[in-house]
């Protein structure tokens, strides 16, 4: 069973439209959860979210962190066409020194 | 610059042809670790490693072996490839393993 699952895997917006990811986690351990974005090649770091830090922000990308409902969202405004991507969500654990990604939401934003 | 360096970027080998795929780091980060990327299985956990000469297996091990003598490196070695390990490799460094992990640009390997 997948400790990390993130929903939809796929999605296909216009331009300007508003889109919500979402990652949800087993309770296990939890230690933090990392939100990257991946285009043609190597992830890149968009957020990290922890007991003590369950909102960030940066321009027109946020995410919140759900410690009871055991989950983050992902949200991107006024999305554009370089917004396309994949987009993973890691967690890690206090039990242990693995990180879980999950399958990663595929954001094709069109003009 | 701070970066993650793999080589190769690109193979294609025969099964059973013992291949490295090496791994380089310049920001002095203590934990490294190894991906797999498949179509519809996201990103993998092969092995990763805390600090020198300490590595521990990840999600799928199996195949796989690594070494980190060095800080700074950490190679993926395949003692004896097979098809199921075509796929789209990563490494992955951090200060830490809950810190944000900067990727090399991946390595694509393809086992005949």
């Known amino acids: 069973e997948d400790k990390v699952v993130q929903s939809p895997l796929s999605l296909v917006v216009h331009e300007g439209d508003t889109v919500t990811l979402n990652c949800s986690y087993e309770?296990?351990?939890?230690?933090?959860l990392l939100w990257y974005k991946q285009e043609k090649k190597a992830p890149t770091f968009l957020f990290m979210l922890?007991?003590?830090?369950i909102e960030k922000k940066s321009g027109r990308l946020s995410s919140i962190l759900d410690k009871k409902e055991l989950f983050s969202i992902l949200n991107i405004t006024a999305t554009q066409t370089g917004d396309s991507a994949i987009y993973l969500c890691?967690?890690?654990?206090?039990?242990?020194?693995?990180?879980?990604f999950g399958k990663g939401t595929s954001l094709l934003v069109t003009p | 610059e701070a970066q993650v360096t793999q080589n190769p970027r690109y193979l294609i080998t025969v099964t059973g042809k013992k291949l490295t795929v090496t791994c380089s780091q310049n920001?002095?980060?203590?934990?490294m670790s190894w991906y797999r990327q498949d179509p519809g299985l996201g990103l993998r956990q092969i092995y990763y490693?805390?600090?020198?000469?300490?590595?521990d297996k990840g999600d799928v091990p199996e195949g796989y072996k690594v070494s980190r003598k060095e800080k700074r490196n950490f190679p993926l070695i395949l003692e004896s490839p097979s098809p199921n390990q075509t796929s789209l490799y990563f490494c992955?460094?951090?200060?830490?393993?809950?810190?944000?992990?900067?990727f090399g640009d991946g390595t694509r390997l393809s086992i005949l």
């Open positions: 992955a460094s951090g200060r830490q393993v809950n810190q944000p992990q900067h």
């Open positions: 490693s805390m600090n020198v000469e300490v590595t």
């Open positions: 890691a967690v890690g654990w206090h039990s242990g020194y693995a990180l879980n």
């Open positions: 309770v296990t351990n939890f230690r933090s």
């Open positions: 922890t007991s003590s830090g």
């Open positions: 920001m002095n980060h203590e934990y």
